[in-house]
């Protein structure tokens, strides 16, 4: 294969003014939406970061879901905004319980935001979006969600559920750039940002995004907008519209169902037990007792696969199989499962990974 010429990358045109309002036109089609949507011109750790500058403040309290490291950043930044923050928090690499933050939110006299992540990419976890909005909606507080990892591989109702404030990347299951993300802002949330001490200027902002950028007419952004990335975010939107965002939705569901087929034909159970708790950007596989993680995930570098490690306080205990964008494909998921099965086996642990290929294959085949 020859190699990439990445003086290619130079000197590329400017994108162009008229576009920035369609392509955030086209985001809020995916979140299916009628609210704002206003661009970080950064990966979306910064995105998420600005979020929870812009609507923490002294006096506010929040109720924020942890089921990886992100939740528990995002906690750490409200309370360095001011905000009272208390914590519920799943079991290693597992979902939140919906009756948990049900259960919390009725021990609390007072709750003005709810915040959690929806599918998780480090530990390959499904928060209960309906139910969590559900809650958060029948308190009239705010809520805030985590979908970075999610669009594109879960369907996202963004208006149906009443979600208020919606982070996405492209570089999770719509395989584009990661230095620019987007945020989705509903009125309600404008309401209450604009309650907030405003530290403009600052990356942190969101205020400043809505009066540089929307109230100007959504024509220049403010700062100077990174060409290769806007250009790049155009390309992956545009392969999602040509394959179907319902399609590229449906190929990550199928990746994930073959993945977990393949996992128990191996006579290995999913780190999340349950399918419907279980994300379909990476299928979370159990290093076994008395295995070294680093072994195995060497092991199946040895055969051409990348088998990634497990994220935070699952470290060591899980292996992921990464199915995410362009990766949602039955030679990847089959080439992940039987490499694992094999790096097992090198390892001393009995497994079956002809039986793990036929029930990847009849996953795709739809037996």
Not at 85 to 113: E, F, M, N, R, T
Not at 141 to 166: E, K, M
Not at 169 to 180: I, N, R, S
Not at 208 to 236: D, M, Q, S, V
């Amino acid at each position: 294969m020859s190699r990439f010429d990445f003086h290619l990358l130079l000197d590329p045109p400017r994108y162009p003014t008229d576009r920035f309002a369609p392509l955030a036109d086209r985001i809020k089609r995916l979140l299916a939406t009628q609210a704002d949507v206003v661009f970080v011109q950064a990966e979306a750790m910064l995105a998420l970061e600005a979020v929870a500058t812009s609507i923490a403040r002294p006096g506010l309290v929040a109720l924020n879901v942890v089921t990886s490291p992100y939740g528990t950043w995002f906690g750490t930044w409200l309370r360095r905004g001011g905000a009272t923050v208390h914590q519920v928090s799943a079991a290693p690499g597992q979902p939140i319980d919906a009756a948990d933050v049900s259960a919390c939110l009725d021990g609390l006299p007072q709750v003005d935001i709810v915040a959690a992540v929806h599918a998780e990419s480090s530990n390959g976890a499904l928060n209960p979006l309906a139910e969590l909005a559900a809650l958060a909606r029948s308190r009239g507080v705010l809520f805030v969600v985590d979908a970075v990892a999610s669009v594109g591989g879960h369907p996202i109702d963004f208006d149906v559920h009443g979600i208020d404030i919606a982070v996405m990347g492209a570089q999770k299951a719509l395989a584009g750039p990661a230095g620019v993300s987007a945020v989705a802002v509903s009125a309600r949330a404008w309401t209450h940002i604009a309650a907030a001490p405003d530290y403009a200027p600052s990356s942190l902002s969101l205020a400043e995004l809505k009066h540089g950028w929307i109230e100007r007419g959504r024509l220049a952004l403010p700062g100077t907008p990174a060409p290769l990335e806007f250009w790049a975010l155009e390309a992956a939107l545009d392969r999602v519209d040509a394959e179907g965002i319902e399609q590229v939705i449906a190929r990550h569901q199928q990746a994930a169902r073959a993945s977990r087929a393949g996992l128990r034909a191996l006579g290995i159970e999913p780190w999340i037990a349950h399918d419907a708790a279980a994300s379909a950007l990476v299928t979370s596989a159990p290093v076994p007792a008395g295995v070294d993680a680093n072994v195995l995930i060497a092991d199946a570098a040895r055969l051409g696969v990348e088998l990634m490690p497990g994220f935070g306080d699952i470290e060591g205990r899980i292996v992921r199989l990464n199915h995410t964008g362009m990766h949602a494909a039955f030679d990847t998921v089959l080439a992940n499962v039987t490499a694992y099965g094999a790096a097992l086996e090198r390892q001393g642990v009995s497994v079956d990974i002809g039986a793990a290929a036929r029930a990847v294959s009849d996953a795709y085949a739809g037996v």
